[in-house]
């Protein structure tokens, strides 16, 4: 049966978890040393996006900017090529009103998280403009266009298909219908965090979500509001989960303390944990670089787990071992340039789109149980060449980090600043005792003296 709480040992709900923080807080005024989230807004103000890569079947999309490329890996499909740009799509007026009764801002049309449906038949995305855009793919075809009540910072399809779920900056999770294509959004679930990522279980019993708080929450999806478990051991905010398809009770998260954790995620008990930092070359110049992961990755074929991360030229590549319920690090992929996404194809190998203009997309595979850059097929060469005719929309990517620098904890030392301030008014009141004293010598205290025994002679 669900819980309505979390189990023993864990936070028993948002509302506790809030509770903490604020009496956390408070208790600076005791002089003790607290630590405190940094930054605003979704992920940081506006969500800062660099390019995305998303792979199913054969359909390949690239994103950047307000556009997004899409183009088959097969070269049974011919040359197909569609391209889609958000600045162009249905916009509502300053005067709509959102799901939530307010004005409608307008945003900068760029694309903020997309995603396919596990068949492949379905693509969505949403931008900093507030739409939730449909995708039919075969062949490619939008939908509709609906409003959402925030900015975006993930979504994902259920396993049936049948739903969107949208997770936005404030913590809420909205579901909106995939068969009745222009309907609003229903209200799912909530954090008093911000959300950052959303996942459901393959049979669609749980919804997952991770927010910055640390924490994963599992729960029923028919009923929301009874929580399965928490996920509990990360120590800055989860960037990313993902539900194992091929181990449907085991869940993949990282986040921005540097570690891959695998959790048997209905009970909360966390498997194994990985440190990222411990995997990489200290003599690499961003080795001293506090990083998140910004995208996990799966090939099922192999149980291959592979991870990009925010703006770093580097792949892991890990093998879960789902016996022996652990991560097993196997190879470190460098590149020449920055790393803006990967994906499994499978059957087919890793995707990994970089920046670069010249050799933007670049295909590796398993050789000898290493992986290695594929030789140049006629596949790659006209993939390549339709992202370097559009490389105008991946221009304004470079540079640009995921946003995730803006929501590591800033830690306050109440201690040493009280211990200052204390040593400052010490100091002041010592030298206001000193200019109050009168000076020594003939002008100080024995000439007042004798002053005063003058003074009584007098009066004798």
């Given at each position: 049966?669900?819980?309505?709480?979390?189990?023993?040992?864990?936070?028993?709900?948002?509302?506790?978890?809030?509770?903490?923080?604020?009496?956390?807080?408070?208790?600076?005024?005791?002089?003790?040393?607290?630590?405190?989230?940094?930054?605003?807004?979704?992920?940081?103000?506006?969500?800062?996006?660099?390019?995305?890569?998303?792979?199913?079947?054969?359909?390949?999309?690239?994103?950047?900017?307000?556009?997004?490329?899409?183009?088959?890996?097969?070269?049974?499909?011919?040359?197909?090529?569609?391209?889609?740009?958000?600045?162009?799509?249905?916009?509502?007026?300053?005067?709509?009103?959102?799901?939530?009764?307010?004005?409608?801002?307008?945003?900068?049309?760029?694309?903020?998280?997309?995603?396919?449906?596990?068949?492949?038949?379905?693509?969505?995305?949403?931008?900093?403009?507030?739409?939730?855009?449909?995708?039919?793919?075969?062949?490619?075809?939008?939908?509709?266009?609906?409003?959402?009540?925030?900015?975006?910072?993930?979504?994902?399809?259920?396993?049936?298909?049948?739903?969107?779920?949208?997770?936005?900056?404030?913590?809420?999770?909205?579901?909106?219908?995939?068969?009745?294509?222009?309907?609003?959004?229903?209200?799912?679930?909530?954090?008093?965090?911000?959300?950052?990522?959303?996942?459901?279980?393959?049979?669609?019993?749980?919804?997952?979500?991770?927010?910055?708080?640390?924490?994963?929450?599992?729960?029923?999806?028919?009923?929301?509001?009874?929580?399965?478990?928490?996920?509990?051991?990360?120590?800055?905010?989860?960037?990313?989960?993902?539900?194992?398809?091929?181990?449907?009770?085991?869940?993949?998260?990282?986040?921005?303390?540097?570690?891959?954790?695998?959790?048997?995620?209905?009970?909360?008990?966390?498997?194994?944990?990985?440190?990222?930092?411990?995997?990489?070359?200290?003599?690499?110049?961003?080795?001293?670089?506090?990083?998140?992961?910004?995208?996990?990755?799966?090939?099922?074929?192999?149980?291959?787990?592979?991870?990009?991360?925010?703006?770093?030229?580097?792949?892991?590549?890990?093998?879960?071992?789902?016996?022996?319920?652990?991560?097993?690090?196997?190879?470190?992929?460098?590149?020449?340039?920055?790393?803006?996404?990967?994906?499994?194809?499978?059957?087919?190998?890793?995707?990994?789109?970089?920046?670069?203009?010249?050799?933007?997309?670049?295909?590796?595979?398993?050789?000898?149980?290493?992986?290695?850059?594929?030789?140049?097929?006629?596949?790659?060469r006209r993939v390549c060449a339709h992202v370097r005719v559009n490389w105008a929309m991946l221009e304004g990517c470079a540079g640009v980090d995921s946003g995730?620098?803006?929501?590591?904890?800033?830690?306050?030392?109440?201690?040493?600043?009280?211990?200052?301030?204390?040593?400052?008014?010490?100091?002041?009141?010592?030298?206001?005792?000193?200019?109050?004293?009168?000076?020594?010598?003939?002008?100080?205290?024995?000439?007042?003296?004798?002053?005063?025994?003058?003074?009584?002679?007098?009066?004798?």
């Amino acid at each position: 049966m669900p819980a309505t709480g979390s189990r023993a040992g864990a936070i028993p709900d948002d509302v506790t978890s809030r509770r903490l923080r604020l009496t956390s807080l408070s208790s600076a005024g005791r002089k003790r040393r607290w630590t405190a989230h940094v930054g605003g807004g979704a992920l940081g103000g506006h969500m800062a996006s660099s390019a995305g890569l998303a792979l199913c079947g054969h359909a390949l999309v690239v994103r950047g900017g307000s556009r997004l490329l899409a183009t088959s890996t097969s070269s049974s499909d011919g040359d197909s090529l569609f391209i889609y740009d958000c600045s162009a799509a249905e916009k509502k007026s300053q005067e709509n009103k959102g799901e939530d009764g307010q004005p409608v801002d307008q945003g900068s049309d760029t694309v903020l998280a997309s995603t396919f449906s596990k068949s492949g038949s379905y693509f969505v995305l949403t931008d900093d403009s507030k739409r939730l855009i449909l995708f039919r793919t075969n062949p490619w075809q939008c939908l509709s266009v609906r409003t959402v009540v925030r900015r975006c910072t993930a979504l994902t399809f259920t396993a049936s298909e049948e739903k969107i779920l949208v997770a936005d900056k404030s913590g809420d999770v909205y579901s909106f219908s995939v068969l009745e294509p222009h309907g609003g959004g229903r209200l799912e679930l909530g954090h008093l965090s911000m959300l950052l990522d959303v996942a459901v279980s393959p049979d669609d019993r749980f919804v997952l979500t991770a927010d910055r708080d640390e924490k994963i929450r599992v729960s029923w999806a028919a009923a929301p509001h009874s929580i399965e478990s928490f996920c509990l051991g990360h120590t800055e905010f989860v960037s990313r989960i993902f539900v194992v398809p091929n181990h449907p009770e085991l869940l993949l998260s990282s986040s921005g303390d540097c570690t891959l954790r695998l959790w048997e995620y209905r009970s909360g008990r966390e498997l194994h944990c990985c440190p990222l930092t411990s995997l990489q070359e200290p003599t690499e110049p961003w080795s001293d670089k506090r990083f998140a992961v910004s995208r996990i990755t799966y090939w099922s074929q192999e149980d291959c787990v592979a991870l990009s991360c925010d703006g770093l030229p580097v792949v892991y590549i890990f093998q879960l071992d789902a016996a022996q319920r652990q991560l097993v690090p196997r190879q470190l992929l460098t590149f020449q340039h920055r790393v803006w996404d990967a994906a499994f194809e499978e059957g087919h190998g890793l995707w990994v789109l970089q920046d670069c203009r010249e050799d933007p997309l670049v295909l590796y595979r398993p050789v000898g149980g290493q992986w290695q850059s594929a030789p140049e097929s006629a596949e790659l060469r006209r993939v390549c060449a339709h992202v370097r005719v559009n490389w105008a929309m991946l221009e304004g990517c470079a540079g640009v980090d995921s946003g995730f620098s803006s929501l590591y904890k800033a830690t306050c030392d109440n201690m040493t600043t009280y211990l200052k301030k204390k040593e400052e008014r010490l100091q002041q009141q010592l030298e206001k005792k000193r200019r109050q004293a009168p000076p020594p010598g003939p002008n100080g205290p024995t000439k007042k003296m004798r002053a005063g025994e003058l003074a009584q002679g007098c009066s004798s």
